[in-house]
Nanobody
Framework: QVQLVESRGGLVQPGGSLRLSCAAS????????MGWYRQGPGKQRELVAA???????NYTDSLKGRFTISRDNAKNTVYLQMNSLKPEDTAVYYC?????????WGQGTQVTVSS
């Protein structure tokens, strides 16, 4: 059974940083394309960043330079480093894993940016 377990988010002050992690189990992690999505209050879920099994990254244009996605295949984990956080980054962040027709989601973790 494939599981994606995200780290706890939390409350961060504007301008602060937070790193999310997502650990995968039940599947060969290095074969997976991984991604982070988010869904803000009253908004649709949107792509934040993605990283292919080969390490190629892709970011939503508005987040380039502030967010960084990375992966550690030895730890079966993908990370999202978020810097210079803004109140509009407040959302539930979801980890996603894909391989061919397979598509898996984590349970989501709340990130709130507020003073």
């Amino acid at each position: 059974q494939v599981q994606l377990v995200e780290s706890r988010g939390g409350l961060v002050q504007p301008g602060g940083s937070l790193r999310l992690s997502c650990a995968a189990s039940g599947i060969i992690f290095s074969d997976l394309d991984m991604g982070w999505y988010r869904q803000g209050p009253g908004k649709q879920r949107e792509l934040v960043a993605a990283i292919t099994s080969g390490g190629r990254t892709n970011y939503t244009d508005s987040l380039k330079g502030r967010f960084t996605i990375s992966r550690d295949n030895a730890k079966n984990t993908v990370y999202l480093q978020m810097n210079s956080l803004k109140p509009e980054d407040t959302a539930v962040y979801y980890c996603n894993a894909r391989k061919e027709w397979l598509d898996f989601w984590g349970q989501g973790t709340q990130v709130t940016v507020s003073s």
